[in-house]
Each structure stands twice: as C-alpha cells, then as structure tokens.
C-alpha cells in the first residue's frame, strides 16, 4: 500500500458511504457475471425531477425511446438572464457500465451542482446498463441522445431558449468517461445540423487493458476501483470471447484504432492520485498529444475514484473550479 493511501484522512461519512458501496457492489456482483438487479435497485437510493427549482436549477426527463429505457434528465440554471447563452453539457455517468442512472441520488446531486456551479444546461443520459447488454449498446444509446437533441428533439418542450447548441461538451466520470471518449469517435462519423461539440471532460476515465499496471499493483486496497471489481466490470462490458485489449477499452493498446485523422476538440482529462486507474488515465493523455489532440491533464495528488461525488473532500471545489475553468476557455475560444 503506498504512503499516501495510508495516510487518507476521510470525513466518517464519506468513509462509510465508500464501505457500503464497496459492500453492496462486491454483493450484486454474482460470479458467473450476472448482477442482482433486485438488490442493487434496493441500494440505489433515487431522487425524482425538481419539479420546482432548488438552489437555482430546476430538472426535468425526457424520454427518447421505451422499447429501451432511453431517458436523460435536464438540468438548467433559473438564476441567468435569458440573454445569456449557456453552454449544454452531455454527461455519461459511471458505475462500471453496471450501474447508477440519471436519477440516482449521488448522480443526480452531483449534475445539480454542474448545472448551478459553471451556469450550462446538463443532460443526463441514461443508457442500457451491462452485462444485461453489453458494449457497443452503451455508445450506442449515448450518440442517440446526441442524435435526438441535434433533430426534432432540439425542440422539445422545455428546452432552454438560451441554451448555444454550438457549444456542446461531452463530459463522463469514469465509465461515463469512456462513453465520452467513444461519442468524439463516433461523431467523426456522423454530420450534425445543429450541434458543435467544442470540448470532452474525462473524469477520472475508465480504461484498461490485459497488463497490469504499477498503480493497479500499488494501490490493491485503494476504494472503490480494485482490480477484482475492474477486471468484473470488463468482463461484464465486453462482448463474450473478448479480452481487456479490446479497443474499446486499451484506446492506445494493440487493437486499438489510430485516431490521429479523427477530428477532436480540447480534451481536459482530470486524474487522481490514490486512483488505481491512473497510469492508464496518463496513458490515455499522452497518446492523445502524439495523436495531435489538445489535451491538457489535472491531477488531485490525494484523490481516490470517484472523489467529485464527495463535496465534503477538499478536492471538490478545486475539481469544480478546473472544469468551470475549461468550458469557460473553450468558449471564450469559441467567440472570438
């Protein structure tokens, strides 16, 4: 175990909020990779909509398509001026393609605070979950959104007026980071009417690969992202009789697809220290500045997986002061 990991000091809720996710993961996870859907949904405390504003953001869902649970919830600030253009983010959520969803209290909590905090409507996407259905229905469900907010859906009822399709981010904290990554991909592929995707936020991003690595190695005990409930979550992901250099998974390994012709937007890819996932977080930097790609890179040296969930961390305002920062740039980038 390194030092520093066992040096974290956490708040006593905080701590036991990591144990039972740590515990409730490790028991709906079956071992034949099926999950008990019963209990998790148990353990997944919801929150409905904002039907009237709190703090200054009202929310709301809008569903894309039944036969698939496609739904995302929108979040909006009701304290700007409607002559304020405000930026519109897509955020993936993570959970290990496994589990959470757009209303589920820490996820619902945390895109409040996006909406409220960087002034920007945010749509919360909801995809198919593994390993009832595995990869590529994830990207799939994810770009429909996409689809459906650039169509007939830019319309909808309750959109906001002021909201700049041309300055669209996609954005993911771990699983949803992955998610984010792919829609730059598949976006290099499709011809949008309205939107213009200008920015991707990797938070603490989820990739991996068939090497282990020395932070994988070194932080063993750290929370929430072992490697027995990485390696699990892959296998979940994954079609059958593919390994973890699938690239969808190694995006720079040796399956991986060459994306240097891929036209990307600036990347802000934001890491924690105490994250066994980290080297390949780096990795992932680094090959997209041999791609070519602007990508800048964030470290909270103390930070464990998941650590944005936790606004009580010291981390967090700084966290949240990064990404303001980012989209404030690229927009700025974006005027001029």
Known sequence: MSDALSALRLPWKVKMMLTAIAVGTDICCRRDVSVNRFLANLMDFKSPPLKKPKNGVKSFDVTVDVSRNLWFRLYAPTSESMSESLPLIFYFHGGGFVYMAPDSKLLDDFCQSLAREIHAVVISVNYRLAPEHHCPCQYEDSFD???????DGSSFEGLPANVDLKRCFV???SAGGNIAHHMILKSGEHGFRELEIIGLIAIQPFFGGEERTESEIRLLKAPLSTIDRTDWYWKAFLPEGFDRDHP?????GPKSVDISKVRFPAIKVLVGGLDPLIDWQKRYYEGLKKSGKEAYLTEYPNAFHSF??????PEWPEFIKDVADFIAAQCSKKSS
């Open 308 to 313: 944005y969930g936790f606004p009580e961390l």
């Open 248 to 252: 969808s998974v190694n995006i720079f």
């Open 171 to 173: 954005a993911g904290d």
């Open 145 to 151: 959104v996409l689809k459906f907010i650039d169509g």
